[in-house]
Each structure stands twice: as C-alpha cells, then as structure tokens.
C-alpha cells in the first residue's frame, strides 16, 4: 500500500518532466518546419481579376513556404546581380505577435514547475492560448514594404504550425493532469 502511494506521489514529477519535453519539442517543429505555406488561389472568371491573381501569384511564386523561424524573426535574402554588385532583399520583418505563442509555451513550462495547483492552472491556459495563437501564424507574418500584419489571404498554416499546436494542446492535457494530481 504504501509503495502505490509512493507512485502516486511520483507522478506529478514525471507529468512536468513530460510537459518540458513536449513543449521543446512543438517549439523547435515550429521554428524548423514549414509554418505556412502559399494557398491555391483560385480564378473569378472576371478578367481583371484574373489579371491580379495572377500577379499576386506571380510576386510570390519565389516564396512559397516559410518557416517559424523567418515568420518570427524575419528574413532577408541576398541578390546577386552580377559578380560584382549584390543587393539584399527584405522578405519578412521581425513579428512580436508571432513571438507570443512561443513566449506563452516558456510561460507554461515555469508556471508548472512549483507545486501549485493556481499556477499549474494558468500554466495550463498559456498552452491552450499558445495552440490557438499557432493555428493562426499566417495572420501574424509581417511582410516586408506593409504597414500590417498578416498573410491570411495568401498563405495558410503548415505542417510546422499544426504540429506546434498538436504539442501545444498535449502539454495542456498533460498539465491539466498534473494539477489534478497537485494536493
């Protein structure tokens, strides 16, 4: 009897030591893997129309995917013209509100470390506001030359984003579990 009590006080330890290693693992898929990609956009049958959705298409053929670590911390490529003159080229800027999901997962990670069930609670709120922050990523990327945020109507989320959520809502579950264990 007293070893299973022993087990169960054992299990909270394991649940955080789960939780740090899931939500480190739906950060870096983020950050390396495609977090948005380029939608199909389709034709209006209108000519002019057809005209700007081709030019659209056109502008952004060359860039098609990005990962979490361009959305975030921005992205400029170098442009080689001939041997002798390069130019650089702002693609994305820096994103504070792509940021955010990552700064909420750290957040949840701390706040489920002290055996407190009130902080193990709101740490279990950041992993749920950092999964719905990451399905919403193309909403966030800052591309160069606009004054706003968001990609939404050319881009959609990507295998990166989805997976970061996936971690995201586990390390919610798993912490949601560790403060009903917490006495």
Known sequence: MAKKKKVNSQLPFYLTIGILV??????????????VTLKEVESTGIGI??????????????????????IVFGYSETVA???????????????FVALIPLILVVAGIVLNIPKSKLLSLIGVVCFVAA??????VPNYVS???SDSLGAADYYQPAVGAYLG???SAICAVLG???????K
């Open 49 to 70: 129309f057809d005209d700007l959705i081709g030019e659209i298409q056109d502008a952004l053929a060359e860039h098609t995917k990005f990962n979490g670590m361009q």
């Open 81 to 95: 013209e001939d041997s002798i003159f390069e130019s650089t080229a702002n693609i994305l800027n820096f994103s």
């Open 176 to 182: 949601l579990g560790r403060t009903l264990l917490i």
């Open 22 to 35: 899931v939500a480190i693992l739906g950060v870096v898929l983020f950050l390396f893997l495609d977090a």
């Open 131 to 136: 999964a719905v922050m990451l399905i919403f």
């Open 165 to 167: 959520m996936a971690c």
């Open 143 to 145: 591309i160069a030359g």
